[in-house]
């Protein structure tokens, strides 16, 4: 099974075969397990083997098939399932830090995973935000307690490329854990583990799931870390993702790859079409060669992604009519979707961030989070040409 390439263990691996033989996976949709006396019971909650469960909380057959699935393409020994991709982030976190533990997190995060951090503070973990790009800052924020070093790899929505090879290499020194929620990045161009991450964070919400139907997250890691640091906390703290949630995220990773290639192709088409309009200041795409990290996206993911970040000339006014006269691109804020979905992060995913914090961080009145889908490119192109002309 480990000299399988990455889209053959997006189909086969992981799967686990009842009695009846079943081509496609089965859904466990069980909470518990009989056992067969009561000493099996006994001995099962002494220790229990790699195909035994004993309640869903700690594990379920459907969901062992998705975390081993994931583990093998990300490269890791395990990996463990999570009801969202936040409590993925909290788990990580939370499970390997105490009071008086120091972390040090890129400032460009997510606005739920600032939150995380936020709460970590309020239990005695000192947090030390940096700007990602710039290592001399990481440099100078590590300490010899510093515990945990967390980053997004690709930022929301600038699309900052963190180096994560050079982030690794800076933290090691001091032995803190890596962990990266690679998010942006997508299973299919993530080399994290390679590069030196320790931790890999997902959000199985977005490309894995493909189709915006269900909640997930997953956390990828070494079988010490997964099994005796996280899964403790996770399986009396209670964040498992649901059997039938798991199942969806099987068959969204047998297409994942195809997804997620078309996704970047399109997106480098259209951000390449789009560069120099008249009504745009500016196209951010990290597979464009304009990218200030054009060179670290490529030398880590092979690709720029599948999110194109557009920033208006006309400000938030622009910015709206321009939303509101797209036909297929459907204004939501969720991404990854087979279905391209444009964001305006200013005044929704991240209207409560106060204006300073925005200004630092890019997100400008005019700026736009294009997650393109697996339509047509040419279809994308010209509605989203069409849009910009009313705006
Ligand atoms: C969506 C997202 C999350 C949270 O995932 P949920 O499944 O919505 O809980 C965390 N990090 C990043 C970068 C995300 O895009």
Known sequence: ????????????????????????????????????????????????????????RYGNPTVRMFEERIAAIEGTEDAFATASGMAAVNGALT??????????????????????LDVLGRFG?????????????WRAAMRADTKAVFLE??????????????????????GATVIVDNVFATPTFSQAVALGADVVVYSATKHIDGSGRCLGGVVCGTKQYIRKVLEPYLKHTGAAMSPFNAWVMLKGMETLDLRVRQQASSALSIA????????????????????????????????????VTLVLKGGQAAAFKFLNALEIVKISNNLGDAKSIITHPATTTHQRLPADQKALLGITPGLVRLSLGIEDPEDLLADLMQALDQA
């Not at 033989?21 to 949709?29: D, K, Q, T």
């Not at 500016?282 to 993911?301: E, F, R, S, T």
């Open 272 to 307: 390449t079409a789009l560069q120099g309009h008249a009504k745009l200041a500016q196209v951010i795409y990290p597979g464009l060669k304009d990218h200030p990290q054009h060179a670290i996206a490529m030398d880590q993911m092979g690709a720029g992604g599948t999110i």
């Open 95 to 116: 499970a390997l830090l105490k009071a008086g533990d120091h972390v040090v997190a890129a400032r460009a995060l997510f606005g739920s995973c600032l939150y995380v």
């Open 1 to 56: 099974m480990t000299d399988w390439k990455t889209r053959t263990m997006l189909v086969h691996s992981g799967a686990r075969r009842s009695q009846y033989g079943e081509m496609s996976e089965a859904i466990f949709l069980t909470q518990g397990f009989v056992y067969n006396s009561a000493e099996q019971a006994e001995a099962r909650f002494i220790e229990s083997g790699p195909d035994e469960f004993i309640y869903a």
């Open 125 to 137: 973990v000192e947090v030390t935000l940096v700007d990602g790009t710039d290592l001399g800052q």
């Open 153 to 174: 790899s690709v930022s929301n929505p600038t699309l900052e490329v963190i180096d994560v090879r050079a982030v690794a290499d800076i933290a090691h020194k001091v």
